[in-house]
């Protein structure tokens, strides 16, 4: 097998005067391109704040192996420019046709994904039944975001999430916390 392909989906949004402006979310999504680069992957960058074009999205998922997405916690789901780009790349053909059942027609089977989550709440909230997310864990808590990616066909890889970001913030634990996650899950990968 040759190099694996990632394909790096930085989906921070800068809109919001109340909130930070990406820049935590692009220095983890550079970290990880910077680590996964030097590691013998090849990349596919998009920021979606920056623009995108349809026909060259469809590309990059065409090539992609992984995809990682990098992204900001805004009001217990992805910013609205994520799934604005949701909306408007998953149309395609290549993402998904009728299946027998529900949610079975994804097409993108052999692909898997990762998700890198930046959260205001800290991480005593999750896993605690006594806690705002009644014992729910962060990929629980994120479910849709799941479903939707499980609909299209792909294999969901270990997430990672940072959090307290705001008022407890640690840039550099962070960056060496998601350079450990991305060795444990897909430097393996490309050893195959």
Sequence with gaps: MGKQTVFIINGTDNQYDYASKGELNTLLAETAADYLKDNGFELLKT???????????DEKWGKADVVLFQFPIYWFGAPAVLKRYFEDIYNG?????GGTEYGRGGLLTGK????????NAPIEVFNNPDSFFNGQSVDEVLSAFHYTHEFIGLKKLPSISFNDV??????ASYVQQLKDHLKNV???????
Aim: glycine fraction near 2%.
């Design 112 to 119: 898997s994904y990762i998700v890198s989550t930046t959260w």
């Design 93 to 97: 053909k290549q993402f998904y046709k």
């Design 186 to 192: 897909l430097t393996v990968l490309n050893q195959k």
């Design 166 to 171: 705001v008022k407890n913030p640690n840039a």
């Design 47 to 57: 920021t979606i704040k920056d623009g995108y074009e349809v026909k060259e999205e």
